[in-house]
């Protein structure tokens, strides 16, 4: 019996019997999505291509028609994993509040992302696995890690605009704001486990006014 939303087998195929574009897409989603869930649970050496195809309900091979090997599956994995996330910072409208109270609902959400119990299982899996794969620690970085410094620039430059920050160099700007907001929250977090979430406020909020210190545009 056929649930409802569940597409038939004649819709989900084109001629000759070949996935249609939708159906393909669809399955290699379902790929990266599972890919990633088992890398984070068993690492990169523990997820093996044969439990990813199985799990994914795919063929090996189809695996290895649009991937090289498994280092190239587990930075699109990776990748489609972080995309929800970084897509809620890319989402994120500035309002008309003053530049601190908007930061810090901005650092707010960033916070939020990198503190989730799967955000931090995929930087903890990054950091074990980077010095016997660096080339995978490159792309991530490249592909990934970027993605949130724009979101951050993005932000940064509207408050330069309304001239209540100077930004002068924009990605060393963002940089800056990710390890005060963000980084040494979430390094304390792996050192300690979770924070009480007052004490993590008035950080976080010390934290918005160091960085305004050096950039807040100066008034004559």
């Given at each position: 019996m056929t649930e409802i939303g569940d597409l038939s087998g004649e819709s989900r195929r084109g001629r000759g019997g070949r996935p249609t574009q939708a159906e393909a897409e669809r399955r290699h989603d379902l790929l990266l999505r599972t890919a990633a869930e088992l890398f984070i649970a068993h690492g990169l050496q523990g997820a093996s291509l044969d439990a990813i195809a199985r799990a994914a309900g795919v063929a090996k091979r189809s695996i290895y028609a649009r991937y090289a090997d498994k280092g190239e599956l587990f930075v699109a994995a990776i990748e489609r994993l972080m995309e929800d996330r970084i897509g809620s910072l890319a989402a994120y409208e500035v309002g008309d509040a003053p530049v601190e109270e908007g930061l810090l609902g901005f650092a707010r959400l960033l916070l939020d992302i990198a503190l989730k119990p799967q955000t931090m299982a995929l930087?903890?899996?990054?950091?074990?696995?980077?010095?016997?794969?660096?080339?995978?620690?490159?792309?991530?970085?490249?592909?990934?890690?970027?993605?949130?410094?724009?979101?951050?620039?993005?932000?940064?430059?509207?408050?330069?605009?309304?001239?209540?920050?100077?930004?002068?160099?924009?990605?060393?700007?963002?940089?800056?704001?990710?390890?005060?907001?963000?980084?040494?929250?979430?390094?304390?977090?792996?050192?300690?486990?979770?924070?009480?979430p007052a004490q993590l406020e008035r950080r976080l909020k010390g934290s918005i006014r160091i960085f305004l210190n050096g950039c807040r545009a100066r008034r004559a």
């Open positions: 930087v903890r899996m990054l950091i074990n696995e980077g010095p016997r794969f660096p080339q995978l620690a490159r792309l991530d970085a490249e592909r990934n890690r970027h993605k949130g410094l724009a979101a951050i620039t993005r932000v940064l430059k509207i408050y330069a605009d309304r001239g209540e920050i100077v930004v002068e160099d924009p990605d060393m700007l963002a940089e800056i704001f990710g390890v005060l907001t963000v980084r040494s929250a979430q390094h304390r977090a792996f050192i300690l486990g979770p924070e009480d």
